[in-house]
Structures are given as C-alpha cells and as structure tokens.
C-alpha cells in the first residue's frame, strides 16, 4: 500500500499514519472491493466539508459521533456488554459485577482521573489507541 506515498500527503500532520491505515483497512476490505470503494467516498464527503468552513466541519464531527455510534455493535466490547447483561438478567451475578455497578464504577474512576490531571497531561491516551489498532490487525 505504499501508494499513499505517491499522493502528495502531509505525512507530518497525519492523525492515523499509514500503518495504522493498513491495520484497519486490509482485514475489513481485503475481500470486499465495494465496500472500500463506499468508504473512500465517504472520506472523500467528509474533506469536502470540512474544506467548506465550520458548518461543514461541525456536520463532519456529527457524522463521525453517529459513525462512532453504528460502529459499536461490532465491536468486541459490544459482544462482552451483551453477555455480561444477559448473564445479569439472568440473577447469576454479584451486585459488585452487575453491568450498572461496572459501568458507573469505571466512569466514576475516569472522570476523578481526569479531574485530577493537569491541561499538560492531555495526549497520553494515543498507547490505548495503538493496542486497538494492533488487536484489528490480527
């Protein structure tokens, strides 16, 4: 894939660099032409508007939040959530691992972690990103 060198990019203000490019596109469009073809339209639509000024922009971040949101069903964390809710519903649970104590406890964590960094420490959370995209290349 090293036609993205060919194409006249910034390589230096990239937010995803091409290998991270080629762990998430080869397993999901490896087989399926078309659908990469919808995606590179789609990318396509959302330069454009974000070319266009902020309105643009703004209808680019709301694209993405609900692309965000269509995206979870697929996910891993989707297929667990699922499982731990029905293992709930069925009464096999502790309180302590209930989905709603879970989830309202690792939030609470997060927002008193985030509370107590300082506006220098934002930008650590890329390692986590990277782990994700090296779990979609295998």
């Not at 910034?10 to 078309?34: K, V, Y």
């Not at 420490?121 to 782990?131: D, F, Q, T, V, W």
């Amino acid at each position: 894939m090293s036609e993205a060198n060919d194409q006249n990019c910034n390589c230096r203000n990239l937010l995803a660099d091409q290998e991270t490019w080629e762990i998430i596109l080869e397993p999901a469009f490896c087989n399926d032409p078309g659908a990469a073809d919808c995606l590179a339209h789609l990318l396509f639509i959302l330069k454009k508007a974000i070319a266009s000024g902020p309105e643009g922009s703004m209808r680019v971040i709301n694209t993405l939040q609900d692309g965000i949101r269509m995206i979870w069903p697929y996910t891993e964390e989707h297929k667990l959530a699922r499982e731990l809710y029905e293992i709930y519903l069925s009464g096999d649970l502790k309180p302590w691992d209930e989905p709603r104590q879970v989830l309202e406890g690792a939030l609470e964590r997060f927002k008193t972690k985030r509370k107590a960094k300082s506006p220098k420490a934002a930008g650590h959370g890329s390692e986590r990103r990277k782990s994700g995209a090296t779990k979609a290349r295998r």
